[in-house]
Structures are given as C-alpha cells and as structure tokens.
C-alpha cells in the first residue's frame, strides 16, 4: 500500500452546511496535487447532520474516516485524537466550516522538507471582520512577547510531522492548542517555517472561537504554558 502522506484532521461541531463541501474539496485537491491522504472527520457532539454526512462520505471513500463524540469534547480535543489515530507522515487540520481553502493549505506541502512544523499566515485578513482582526494581531502579539517567539499568526491550518507531534503532551482541549503546540516545539528547537496563505469568507454556521466560554478557556490554558515555561512546570 502507498504510503500516506498527510492526514487531514477535520474538527466538526454542528457544520451541515459544509461539511460536505470540506470533504468533497479535500479530496479534490488530493487529485489536483497528487498527494496520498487521508480525511478524519471528528464530529465532537454535533446534534445535526454532521454525522450522518461524514458518514456517507466514509461509506463510499476509503480515504475519509469518521471519529465520533456524543457530547463536545473541544477543538483542540478532537484535533489531537484525530492525529493520535492519522496514518500520514504529516498531519494538519481544517475546519468544519469551511472558511480555509483546502488547496491553499494543502499546497504548501511541497515547502515541508527539511522542517518539524509550517504555519501560514493569512495574506488577506480584510476578508474577517474588524473586531476578529483585532483580537487575532493583540492575541499574536502577546503571544510573541509572553514566550519570545516571532510567530505571525499561531491558530492557522498548521502542518507538523506526525512523529513529533504525536510525542508532545497538550493540555488545551479548546482553540489554543495550536498556541501550545507551536510554543513547545519553539522550545524545543523545532525547524518551525512561516508562509501565507489566504482564506475564504465563512458562508453557514457560528464563529464558536470568540465567545466568553472560550475566552475563559483560552486564559486558563495561557497561565498553564506561562508556568510550563518560565516555572519549569513540565507537564507535571
């Protein structure tokens, strides 16, 4: 059997409306850029169709797979069970929403040899709103000066290799996880490349990372990578 390249983990939470044009344009772009992959679908708790979509798709499409949760278990949760269970050398991640373009992710694959991790910056930030471009500069910001890393944007598609990434312990079950994974692999020395790439505007469901709940989420997991690295509190 060929080799899996890149697992594509797609955390789902109620997103009917397009979940089924992610993992249609997902396996599109594996054709356009000939690339052995694989879909895993982790729909965390959804109370619509996502799952019975998901599961049509994996019914007749070998490459789609679907993890299943009866009740939330968070984005960052459900991202890392799906790269503990991915068969590809690389893993990253799309959203159920649809707002990141499979191909300007995907594409970027033939930048990975010779780095642990690449993270796109979005070239056209216009697209979003005001407030949502405001709050992603400061939060980039003080992510920067907190842990002394030049990080352009941290809560993109990322793409690292699975061997490393599977070897980290990460504690944050919601939206900042790709914060704490990027900032361990900063220290631990991880060849980390940055290049942009665009996205597309959201078209069906609700925004869910800015919200009180996940703010109050994002704040707890912040102190706790603040005491890992300036207390040496090593995932004790």
Request: charged share 25%.
């Amino acid at each position: 059997m060929k080799k899996i390249q890149i697992s594509v983990v797609v955390p789902a939470l109620n997103e009917e409306e397009s979940i089924g044009a992610v993992i249609s344009d997902t396996l599109d772009c594996f054709e356009r850029l000939f690339l052995n992959g694989e879909i895993i679908v982790v729909n965390d708790g959804s109370t619509d169709r996502t799952r019975l979509i998901t599961a049509k798709y994996s019914e007749t499409d070998n490459r789609v797979k679907l993890i299943n949760h009866l009740t939330p278990h968070g984005i960052g949760a459900s991202f890392m069970e799906g790269s503990a269970r991915a068969a590809g050398e690389y893993v990253t991640m799309l959203p159920g929403d649809h707002e990141n373009i499979p191909e300007e992710t995907l594409k970027l694959m033939k930048h990975m040899a010779g780095c642990d991790a690449l993270v796109p910056y979005v070239e056209n930030p216009e697209i979003r709103g005001v407030f949502r471009q405001f709050v992603s500069r400061l939060f980039t910001l003080v992510v920067n000066v907190t842990f002394l890393t030049r990080f352009r944007y941290t809560n993109g598609t990322n793409i690292y290799r699975a061997d490393i990434l599977n070897n980290l312990r990460i504690r944050s079950r919601g939206f900042f996880y790709q914060t704490e994974i990027l900032v361990k692999l900063h220290m631990n020395g991880a060849t980390i490349r940055q290049l942009p790439y665009r996205i597309s505007e959201r078209n069906a469901g609700d925004n869910k990372a800015i919200s009180f709940k996940s703010l109050k989420a994002v704040s707890n997991d912040f102190l706790y990578l603040l005491a890992y690295k300036y207390l040496n509190n090593r995932d004790r």
